[in-house]
């Protein structure tokens, strides 16, 4: 059951930090809102929901994540993500990036500060012992990286993939690589069309410990697929659908809304 738990939990975690970046950052209305529901093996385990507002250039991204009623009986997750910053040349670099999550009874935050793409200071919470197998954040990966909130929205006119991204997510630095796997029609609520498939690696750089076996599962999983429709009003590039496996089964994100 621990194992069970402790699956689950970093399922609802990664999706969260996955498809909490949607096209909030697209939207030109203040207060726009899209909704994500997220199975496990066919079961309801959580539902996420963003919020942005524009003025001018300057953006803010807000989400929350919360457990179904299932996945409450087994480890009640509650979870909120910030992203401040401006859109510069068509490409959204924050300011201020925190999110906040508590599984169980235990509280965990991370955030951090950065200017034009490059991190000035980092907070973890609570503050870990680190071990001698630790692979430190060097000054240069903190350089031209974005936050999970706003590593998978394209502008106009950008492919989706192929692309490297550059993700910092206030401890860890890694590489999301995206490839192109073809096309998929979809549909929900404010959308109808086609949709571009990429197929997703996970590239840890540091910020880890050398030995975790977490880490060493999701550097060589394969089978991670994200779909990116156009949004219908900013015409920006941004996830509808993703399926991401793990050792309990497989976890499916799928937008309920997107566009008005």
Known sequence: MKRYRLATTAALVSASLLFLSQPAAVAQSAGDRTDYSVSLLGIPIASLSFRTKLDGRDYTISGSLKTSF?????????????SKG???????????????????????????????????????EPKKKLPKSWIPVPASHKRSVVDPLASLVFPKGEKPCPQTVAVFDGESRFDLKLSPAGKRPFSTNGFSGE???????????????????????????????????????????????AKIPTKVGRVVVSASRFGS
Not at 71 to 79: C, D, H, L, S
Not at 90 to 117: I, L, M, P
Request: with cysteine; net charge positive; hydrophobic share 35%.
């Open 70 to 82: 299932i996945a409450e009986v087994i480890e009640p997750t509650r979870g909120t993500i910030t």
């Open 86 to 124: 401006r859109i510069a040349g068509d490409r959204f670099q924050a300011n201020s990036f925190e999110v906040k999550y508590t599984s169980g009874s235990k509280a965990n935050r991370a955030a951090f500060t950065a200017r034009n793409g490059t991190v000035r200071s980092a907070t973890i």
């Open 195 to 241: 949709a571009t498939v990429c197929s997703v690696r996970f590239v840890p750089k540091s910020g880890y410990r050398k030995d975790n076996s977490s880490i060493d599962y999701v550097r060589n999983l394969t089978g991670i697929e994200v779909w990116f429709a156009r949004h219908p009003e900013g015409g920006y590039m941004a996830p509808v659908y």
